[in-house]
C-alpha cells in the first residue's frame, strides 16, 4: 500500500515548456486533489475531482488543466509553464469528511 | 466561502513547555476541521481531525485539539513540547454539507528550542 505517489519530484522547465505531473493513489479513494504551496501562502486549490470523470476548478485554476484518467489517476498539465507556476505541488486523496492523504510533492521551477 | 487564520506565523517556545498554535475559521453551518504538520521537505501529514462530537480532540505525537463553535477557533495544543515537534503547522476546514473542497490557512512555523 504506497498510499499517493507523484511523479516526477524535481522538474526544471523553461518558460513556454510544457509537462505533465502524475498522482496516483492506492487506496480506493473517489476524491482527489491538487494543491499548489508557495512560502507565506500556505496550500491553496488548483483543481480537484470529487469522483471519477468529474473535475472542478479551485481557487487558482489558471494555467492548468487536469484529467480523471481513473479513479486511481489524477494528472495535472502546464500547457506552457510561466515563472509564476515555480511551486511545490502537492496531490492528495480522501473520502468525504476525513483527512486528506498528501503525496511527496513535486519541486517545479520555471526558468 | 470558508476561510482560514493563523494569526502567527512563527511560534517560539521552550522544550517542555505547554505549546499552542492558533486557528480560526468562517465556514456556512457546521465545519469539518483538520490539523496538518509538515516536515522540510516532505509531503503534509495528518495530526487530527473534528467532525462532531466532543469539543476536545486527541490526535497524533501527543498533539490535541479544541473546537470552540462560539470562537470559530480551533486551537492546537500539546503539554509539554518536544525539539522534534518543530515544523510547519497548517489548520484547514471545509463545510460539513456537500463535499467541498478542504481550504488551508498559511500555516505556522513552531520552534522547539532545547
Known amino acids: 500500500n504506497a498510499g499517493v505517489t507523484q511523479t516526477p519530484k524535481f522538474q526544471v522547465l523553461k518558460t513556454g515548456q510544457s509537462m505533465t505531473l502524475q498522482c496516483a493513489q492506492d487506496m480506493n479513494h473517489n476524491s482527489m486533489y491538487w494543491y499548489r504551496q508557495d512560502p507565506g501562502m500556505g496550500l491553496r486549490l488548483i483543481y480537484y475531482s470529487a469522483s471519477e470523470g468529474t473535475t472542478d476548478k479551485g481557487e487558482v485554476p489558471n494555467g492548468y488543466n487536469v484529467s480523471r484518467l481513473n479513479k486511481r489517476e489524477f494528472s495535472l498539465r502546464l500547457e506552457s509553464a510561466a515563472p509564476s507556476q515555480t511551486s511545490v505541488y502537492f496531490c492528495a486523496s480522501s473520502v468525504p469528511g476525513q483527512g486528506k492523504y498528501f503525496g511527496p510533492g513535486t519541486r517545479l521551477t520555471v526558468l | 466561502a470558508q476561510s482560514v487564520a493563523q494569526p502567527e506565523d512563527q511560534v517560539n517556545v521552550a522544550e517542555g513547555n505547554p505549546l499552542t498554535v492558533k486557528c480560526t475559521y468562517s465556514?456556512?453551518?457546521?465545519?469539518?476541521l483538520f490539523w496538518y504538520v509538515q516536515y522540510p521537505n516532505r509531503g503534509l501529514q495528518f495530526l487530527l481531525k473534528y467532525i462532531t462530537g466532543d469539543n476536545l480532540v486527541k490526535g497524533s505525537y501527543g498533539f490535541e485539539a479544541e473546537f470552540n463553535k462560539s470562537q470559530t477557533s480551533f486551537h492546537l495544543k500539546k503539554p509539554s513540547a518536544l525539539v522534534s515537534d518543530s515544523a510547519l503547522y497548517f489548520c484547514?476546514?471545509?463545510?460539513?454539507?456537500?463535499?467541498?473542497?478542504?481550504?488551508f490557512g498559511k500555516g505556522t512555523r513552531l520552534s522547539v528550542i532545547a
Open positions: 465556514v456556512s453551518g457546521n465545519p469539518y
Open positions: 484547514a476546514v471545509s463545510a460539513a454539507s456537500g463535499n467541498t473542497p478542504l481550504v
